[in-house]
């Protein structure tokens, strides 16, 4: 095994696959937000029971709370991913576009110049 070959072996273990990283951020964040979610539906469940809410007006809460976490999970993976997306220095969607076009400009000039 060459020196080249240990270095690389040991960057890999340093920076796991994005792919990799995603999974482990989703997952956390999933988890958070889900415990509070069934502390939330067992506390209005407990509302409904005692008739201080009504089981309408409970299921209805419920839902509002579902979908505003699932709006919050989303908006914070979206942010954690493109940390990370960042931190490793991949290129964005954005950043391909931009190249595009500048290389589009480019040719056009070399294409201006040629004639």
């Known amino acids: 095994m060459t020196v080249e070959h240990n270095c690389s072996e040991n960057q890999e273990q340093e920076h796991p696959p994005l792919a990799e990283l995603v999974r482990k951020v ?6 958070m937000a889900s415990l509070a979610q069934e502390e939330a539906e067992i506390f209005i469940q407990k ?25 919050k999970i989303e ?14 220095k991949i290129p964005t969607q954005s950043d391909m576009d931009t190249l595009k076009e500048k290389i589009a400009e480019l040719s056009k ?4 110049l040629k004639q």
């Open 109 to 112: 000039k070399i294409d201006d």
């Open 26 to 31: 989703m997952l956390a964040g999933i988890g």
């Open 47 to 71: 509302l409904i029971e005692k008739g201080e809410l009504a089981e309408k007006e409970g299921q209805g809460l419920v839902r509002d709370l579902r979908e505003k976490r699932h709006q």
């Open 75 to 88: 908006e914070r993976l979206d942010h954690r991913v493109a940390t990370i997306v960042e931190k490793m």
